[in-house]
């Protein structure tokens, strides 16, 4: 049984990884039973909340990791929202630069948001996950 704490190490290490890392760590993952996906992002993040909401939908829906229908959209979009805002807070009007990862494993879905914060030469990091179930059934 998949629990979410290995989902969760899935997308935050889908978070953190290179592009040219990314196939590795998804066949890696998928062996386990584990979808994967990553997408970059960026700009600032008070413009950027909305667009990083549908990047990490758009980048679900195109490795399989959750079918077209509003409770799978739902659950992608909620979870990515939960890890925007625990960024948001240090990057409340900054420029951001970084990557989402996403995993889904069993009834976990979880989205990881690694982010760069830049503000001149002072760079801040942060990262932010979120969690949401959809069963098994619904798959």
């Known amino acids: 049984m998949i629990n979410s704490i290995d989902v969760a190490k899935a997308a935050i290490k889908m978070a953190t990884s290179e592009r040219n890392e990314e196939k590795t760590i998804h066949e890696k993952y998928k062996a386990e039973n584990i979808l994967t996906a990553a997408v970059d992002v960026g700009g600032n993040v008070n413009d950027s909340i909305h667009k990083i909401m549908e990047r990490a ?8 990791i959750i079918k077209d229908c509003h409770i799978h959209d739902g659950a992608v979009v909620g979870a990515a929202r939960e890890a925007i805002m625990q960024v948001a807070v240090k990057a409340n009007g900054l420029s951001v630069g970084g990557k989402i990862g996403i995993a889904r494993g069993g009834d976990h ?4 948001i690694f982010m760069n914060i830049g503000l001149l030469h002072l760079n801040e990091v942060a990262i932010g996950l979120g969690h949401r179930s959809i069963p098994q059934d619904n798959i």
């Open 57 to 64: 939908l758009v980048a679900s829906k195109r490795m399989n």
């Open 109 to 112: 879905v979880i989205v990881c």
